[in-house]
């Protein structure tokens, strides 16, 4: 079954990430741990995702999502890349995970900063999204 990708803007995100049912999947590298981060967005970088897909499978299933969001620090390059991946992998497997959507934040996460949008600067590898 082929996934399509598509583009949310900063403000959609904004409100669509209230749903318990959307994750945001930052593939940035080593800047997550020197820039912010989207509050409560999940962290594969890109450099390790292939080999991590599975676990974000299981990640998104445990935690009930159905509704991807992919941003690196542009969303131009590593970020549709990594969601085209993930895509590729739900295609070639039985399993679909119960993903619906995946789609990619346009301009990445220095758009999402550059417009005042609120980011946490938590320094857990996993972050809780209250901060
Ligand atoms: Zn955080």
Redesign the pocket.
């Known amino acids: 079954m082929a996934k399509t990708i598509s583009y949310i803007t900063g403000s959609d995100l904004l409100s669509l990430k209230e749903r318990a049912s959307v994750a945001i999947v930052d593939v940035r590298d080593d800047e997550r741990s020197y820039e ?2 989207i ?3 999940l962290h594969f970088a890109s450099d390790s995702f292939q080999d991590r897909i599975p676990n974000l499978v299981q990640t998104v299933k445990d935690k009930g999502k159905d509704t991807l969001v992919f941003h690196c620090a542009l969303s131009q390059v590593r970020g549709p890349k990594c969601a085209r991946r993930f895509a590729d992998y739900l295609a070639a497997g039985k399993d679909d995970a119960g993903i619906k959507s995946i789609m990619v934040l346009e301009r990445g996460y220095n758009g999402w900063e550059a417009s005042g949008k609120p980011v ?5 590898t996993t ?3 209250g ?1």
Do not use: L, V
Request: aromatic share 0%; charged share 15%.
């Open positions: 912010g981060h509050a409560g967005s946490c600067r938590c320094s857990g972050c809780k999204g901060c």
